[in-house]
């Protein structure tokens, strides 16, 4: 009886341990939502998140370089790949994305920046 009662006790704070340190995501949230998932478990879900993102967050969140083509100049577009980034890139480079059309831009900053 002792060692049922131990194991049950270990199984119970390895299950509390594992739900105390799962990460809840905006995007995990917004993939749920894209996912048609039942109203009551996106509840849930923005319920431990804290906060219920918008529909323009979810778009943002899961197409980001659909949400980067709405910059229409090469400079705009640059800037805010770069934003926040410790990565300087010579003018040089800035010089070859700007000549390119938008369409390789956009690949060539996201291969650059991620």
Do not use: H, W
Not at 52 to 78: W, Y
């Amino acid at each position: 009886m002792k060692i049922f009662t131990a194991v049950a006790l270990t199984l119970a704070f390895v299950a509390a341990q594992a739900q105390a340190s799962y990460l809840y995501s905006n995007t995990e949230y917004c993939e749920l939502a894209n996912d048609k998932a039942q109203s009551a478990l996106l509840s849930a879900y923005s319920k431990k998140l804290g906060v219920k993102p918008s529909n323009t967050e979810c778009s943002q969140l899961l197409r980001p370089a659909a949400a980067l083509v709405q910059v229409k100049d090469a400079e705009g577009q640059i800037r805010s790949f770069s934003r926040g980034s410790a990565r300087k890139l010579p003018a040089s480079l800035i010089q070859q994305l700007k000549a390119m059309s938008d369409k390789e831009r956009l690949m060539a900053l996201t291969q650059i920046y991620g």
